[in-house]
């Protein structure tokens, strides 16, 4: 049975009058219904912040400065595989602003707000850079960390700064995309800085003339099936979208995090003796002298697509996906996930990377 700790603090809020702020802290909390895999975990406390001061009264206590620590959005990106004996922070930040500069247009939004609701705002508004990214899960906090991306877009392309909170200093600096040292799914916040900071919001520029992205995977096959030849970016967005849902499976029907793992860049030496091999290989240019591969079509050539493990499995339309089919636990996905990366770099050379965070 989980245990609420109240912590009230008088502070002056900026734009705000004065008021009490209420840190409800909770011991032993089921973490079931916070991630999107739905497998049961426990966090030892936990704390939902809805305001960057927030933030700031909770690091005044030590205690909060010396026990692990996991920052929560969408729960979307990562897989549990033992309870969590630390503080969850669930951050809930809300609220989207922008403003137009010319055919600028700079968006920000709470790290709280859900990364698809964002999309949409700017699709509605007319305000053209997300279409691509439409429908992937998670939280737009959780969105520099990764480095998002999907269908020839990433989050780096339309990144402008964000906002993040240095526990050690509680208080809130400023990272433009220099600072951020955006990879292929990679950011300082996975690596360097690790731990550090709480992104609390993230600004976008867009802009009022749109610069489709059409050639990556089906959009303009199914732009053509749908007799579109000048698309908006509603239609791209409305594509992918369609896209997506056939092919990947809705977190709140069977538990997955979307794509398991990274799709893998190679050399071009490497690549020319697979190819040789293979021919039929599914790759996409990735920079001079690499070659990235589509992880799934690899899993699904070493059989895995839509099988069933136990209590878990592969997708049955993208083997890329791993999936919750119900009472799995996190180590049971964690095992389906290593025997799929030991089969496809013994049939092909190539190591896959697990995208998900994995969280003991």
């Excluded at 005044?60 to 692990?68: E, R, Y």
């Excluded at 707000?113 to 964002?118: Q, R």
Aim: with cysteine; glycine share 10%.
């Amino acid at each position: 049975m989980s245990r609420l700790i109240i912590r009230t603090i008088n502070k002056h809020i900026r734009k705000f009058p004065t008021f009490a702020l209420m840190l409800q802290i909770q011991e032993n909390v089921s973490l079931k219904n916070f991630n999107t895999f739905g497998v049961e975990a426990k966090a030892r406390y936990f704390v939902e912040i809805s305001h960057e001061d927030e933030l700031a009264e909770l690091f005044l206590d030590p205690m909060w400065q010396t026990v692990p620590r996991l920052i929560l959005g969408g729960g979307s990106n990562m897989l549990f595989i033992s309870d969590f004996d630390g503080l969850v922070i669930r951050m809930n930040i809300r609220g989207i602003e922008h403003r137009i500069s010319h055919t600028d247009v700079f968006v920000e939004a709470g790290a709280g707000e859900v990364w698809n609701g964002l999309v949409q705002y700017a699709v509605q508004h007319g305000y053209a850079g997300l279409e691509n990214l439409s429908l992937i899960p998670g939280s737009v906090g959780a969105s520099p960390i990764q480095n998002i991306g999907a269908y020839g877009v990433e989050l780096k392309d339309v990144f402008e700064s964000c906002c993040a909170f240095e526990i050690a200093s509680r208080t809130v600096k400023k990272f433009n995309k220099a600072d951020c040292g955006f990879g292929y799914r990679e950011s300082v916040f996975k690596g360097e800085l690790k731990g550090q900071y709480i992104i609390t919001s993230v600004k976008f520029k867009l802009s009022l003339t749109p610069n489709l992205s059409l050639h990556y995977g089906a959009i303009s096959q199914e732009l053509t099936n749908r007799g579109i030849a000048q698309p908006s970016i509603k239609d791209v967005s409305d594509v992918v979208s369609h896209i997506r849902v056939s092919k990947l499976p809705d977190p709140s029907t069977i538990g997955n995090a979307g794509s398991f793992f990274k799709n893998p860049v190679i050399g071009a030496d490497q690549f020319e003796k697979l190819h040789s091999l293979y021919p039929e290989v599914v790759n996409y240019p990735a920079g001079e002298n690499r070659v990235k591969l589509a992880a799934g079509w690899l899993i699904e050539q070493c059989g895995w697509k839509g099988k069933v493990v136990g209590n878990t499995g592969t997708w049955k339309n993208q083997a890329l996906v791993l999936v919750n089919h119900g009472g799995a636990t996190g180590t049971e996905v964690y095992a389906l996930s290593s025997q799929i990366i030991d089969s496809v770099y013994s049939k092909f050379g190539v190591m896959l990377e697990r995208e998900v965070n994995m969280i003991q």
